[in-house]
């Protein structure tokens, strides 16, 4: 178990899906910076289910509560625990299951791994677990907000097969993405996976998606070569969550069909700095941010819940049949979004303060 | 800077392109392990430019030398430490660009970040920076091939268009990848390939392509849930080499269309242990190794050093018109192969230390 | 700020003086081990203020809560979430004393440091900061006992200028060690040691003294040159305790009197394994455990809060006269008994997994 | 095996007492950095045996190669690769002891740990590991120097029971410490000193010692509570340096003695900071520098190695009588000087690091 990330903007998560608490301890935050428990309260209701029909019913408040580090509205530079309590706990739709490992779950590699696995519900491989995630993610985004105004917007740019047109990245705003419950700041595309993401429901099936994301205004020198590229911690992070099966940075798989001389992205000047007419390369090169936007994509899978029912094989290898109870999410990347830009978040305030320490 | 990976098979590489030497430090290498430089030198043999008309002329031996932590032939379980001298120096190739930033190369953020760079060449930013991955990743390798079997196989699936088949990743082998120097196995594609990269270089351009890599054998129960699952240490490691864009474990972007119904890889007995029918989770559930072959991609921008002369702007923002001289690959996909499995073995090591202290 | 400690038993702690709660999450501990709040209290309790006359007033039942990690008494291998209310806020005895840095405490430096500091009590620099770590020892502990049999005991060897004579190290116990609350097993000097404190604190003086602790039955191999040592481990974690000054392992300063040919310790046969005649060594050698036992001893200052007045400065560099009020020990060791046992379990339970992996 | 030291001026060193070389890569050096081979080679020399009688006659150059991370004198930063060529090789010296583990020695441990070790030498518990660390306390203490003005200078205070009267630690000087090979900056003191030495050469015994330093102009500031405290991060440090028992800081075991009364450190204006009276915090408080000097001494018992014949055990526990061979020095401490204080300079380069971030 590895649940510590990050080297001087360092968090650690814990807790259960049905614990008596999930949480996170944010140890580096800097001192003197406004913190409140509202900063963090926002976006763990963008990242809370059941927002809107198309995620799961477990209504959960998911108030998260400061247990330390944060005096007078101001962090003390010391550590910041955060939690929130485990209201709905239902372990009783998962006990059938017991000898059976969800097909695409990670109930057979945490039997292997430790022996033992937690009884009811996904335990630490739950959605749940994300949420020490977004707190944390909300304090590292306040801290690079302050500092250099910097933006970070992740919206749903395709659900299974339907995809968004390319956005303008500059404009994105959360208002926007969040106009519609499926996250996808184009309406008619909305609209769409909408209805898709309705009809997987109604088939007793999931669908996959991606989620986009636009970091602006970060300061050139953020990314520590050559272990610690800038996008090398952004996969790292964003294949940390879970269901999520690729990252792309910039141009990605895209970039691996072109030409170099189409590729490049030729200097120019942009008024004082030095910027790029193009962005394929993503707002970093060498692993180092360039100024310019960084703009990288993730995949997540359809989720492995699903209602129909499944032919598999229990932990003693008989064949058997499986039929999913309790609630479950048709399609998770609306939920997603918040998670992204809270991992991006937590990138790139170590990052920045890694860089710091050089100036 | 950091270039330091793994937590107890710990890799510190240094050196930059045009210096005294390129090398590797291993720390927690288990000891009584068969080493020799014979090992290693396979793998950088491999990695080497001037193996065909492909890749760049730059000729040098890159004999590694074994400076610590080796007696008698075995391994002490002290750190190795590996150098490899840096024998072709032509700074003076560079020269001119010295106020101009390459495109789409480091000189410009690496400059931002330290407020100096490397005279000549890419310095740390250069492909001569990963012979100390390669290898300090034969030594991983070695250990993961002693142990349990595992077996690495990366190969060239695209280059720019030219998509290879799907492969049969269970026979996959060094021998097939290595009949073409292109390294992709399927020999119509291979030549298709060749042709397209010699294209690319008699115009003074670049291609970029894909690598994909198998790993067979792997025990189950590898991986650090929450942020070292073995996707996530995968994705870090691989967006950490030189000029990628792109990762996809399993299914990857692919299942992000796809539907739980046909994503769920159902559990099937094989022998003794639970297997899975399908495989898109790409032999990791959960952030962990199941037991089936781990299968990824990884997606490589064309190089941005191209021959064709560049529209771009210098360091002051004025527009210049940039010619490269010196050696460049047209395509480094094939040379990334060594890389790829190397990187790989680092990760898989690394975990596999992790958690065997578990055991 | 650096809240985190151990590489693979990894813990990081939370929380100031008077906040809502200190605590701590065990990150890396074994699963299906067995583990309760009962297992944990017990050396909470012994670190408690208010066990007698001797110790603060301040009396808070610090009982422990168990927020993740456990379920049905077994650990999950998953990261152990512990919290404990601060009931007992007492702001106002320290209000007065805003512009004025208490002599040898940390208010000086946390404000040069951070720029601001908790207004109230010492904030995270406060004895209350070790709650997080007698949590998590006893995790520890528990883990080294089921596994090897491990017996940490620590105990009181100076109070002030009163020192106990040599003990016998193999037959201390706790339950020897608390027969007086002043924690020495010598009853003779405990009487001593006693007096003198409570003179200390009739004449509104603090005194300090010394810690010993004996670590038997931990097996040979533990500790990891060059840099992570068993002593300079112990040595870290050690000094990282509030208000030590020294730490000296085996023969210690004694030692650098002492001839070779004296020092060194032989080695014999003791049944199947090879002990040493002598143990001037303290169980290491070259930084690793040799299985004899592990014996060292910790400075500690006399606490710094005194009731009688004080000349001092405040932080304008004007001249002051400082006289605490509020609550304070006037002796702190009998308390940082268990504090010290806490340390070397979580340096010792962390340095087995780390050799663990390479069996 | 863990030879990294720091978090964000990382080293990371290698090599045995008798393999073809001992080294160093520095990753984290700050860049544009004036750096030479010449900044480095007067450390090493004054840690090189052979320097007088009293220490062993293996001579060795002890030439420092820059294999990487400088060009034209500056740093680039990048990892600062050094190399220093073992030419002394004289395995026979040892080979009558193979069944035999010396007293004292890591010959036991290493192979409890390792199951193998070293044919010849102390392998990696000899003191010649040292040099990576002198290499890179070199390049340290540049930076602090250059950035702070900060001086560090150890001395030996004591060998055997021979003790040096308190210094005057403002003037203390490394001309002064110099002076005599013994390096003890009190003259007559030096002659006790030498002539103890030569008695316990003559009597082929050893002699064990102290050494204390002085760190002055550090900025207040330093340390990172609670667990790298800057005491704490400097007793691991000295605790991992070959041959150390013990470590104490400021007032250190004296200090256990005292009153609170008398311990405080009462502030005064000094200028325009704050200062203390006295320094019995040793430069540090609440883990952190408050601008006075650090101050500090560590213990080193006599060297294992004696001449004199020893009764002890062989592995099979048998009895047998072991006569030393080949070098060794009668007492290590004033060589051990420049290792103290490459140790203390590499824990505050990096406490420097971690503090700059913040600002």
Not at 170 to 181: L, Y
Not at 260 to 273: E, I, L, Q, T, W
């Amino acid at each position: 178990m590895s649940s510590t990330f990050g080297t001087l903007f360092k968090i650690t998560t814990f807790g259960e899906s049905h614990g008596r608490a999930v949480g996170v301890v944010v140890d580096g935050c800097p001192p003197r910076m406004p913190l409140s428990e509202a900063d963090i309260q926002g976006q763990l209701d963008r990242r809370r289910p059941g927002q809107s029909k198309l995620t799961t019913d477990r209504d959960e408040a998911d108030r998260v509560t400061i247990l330390s580090g944060v005096e007078n509205g101001l962090t003390l530079g010391t550590p910041v625990a955060m939690s929130v309590a485990n209201r709905d706990q239902r372990p009783g739709d998962y006990k059938t299951m017991s000898n059976i490992p969800r097909p695409s779950h990670a109930d057979y590699t945490y039997q292997m791994k430790y022996g033992i696995r937690a009884a009811s519900g996904g335990g630490r491989s739950s959605a749940r677990e994300t949420i020490g995630r977004v707190a944390a993610g909300a304090v590292a985004e306040s801290f690079l907000a302050n500092t250099w105004g910097v933006e970070i917007v992740a919206w749903v740019s395709a659900v299974g097969e339907v995809q968004a047109p390319e956005p303008d990245t500059e404009a994105m705003s959360r208002p926007a993405v969040d106009k519609t419950p499926i996250r996808c700041p184009h309406p008619e595309t909305a609209e769409t996976m909408t209805h898709a993401v309705a009809q997987a429901r109604d088939t007793a099936d999931s669908l996959g998606g991606i989620v986009s994301c636009v970091c602006r205004n970060l300061p050139p020198g953020l990314g520590e070569p050559v272990f610690d590229k800038a996008e090398a911690m952004l996969a790292q992070a964003m294949l940390s969550i879970p269901a999520t099966k690729g990252f792309e940075i910039g141009s990605g798989f895209c970039g691996s069909t072109m030409r170099g001389s189409g590729h490049n992205d030729p200097f120019v000047a942009k008024g004082k700095r030095l910027g790029t007419a193009t962005n394929f390369s993503g707002g970093i090169q060498g692993g180092i941010t360039n100024g310019e936007p960084v703009i990288f994509r993730v995949a997540f899978k359809p989720p492995a819940t699903i209602g129909m029912a499944q032919e598999t094989a229990d932990f003693n290898g008989l064949p058997v049949r499986l039929e999913a109870k309790g609630r479950h999410d048709p399609c998770v990347v609306p939920r997603a979004v918040p998670i992204v830009e809270a991992m991006a978040a937590l990138v790139f305030a170590d990052l920045a303060l890694r860089q710091k320490m050089r100036s």
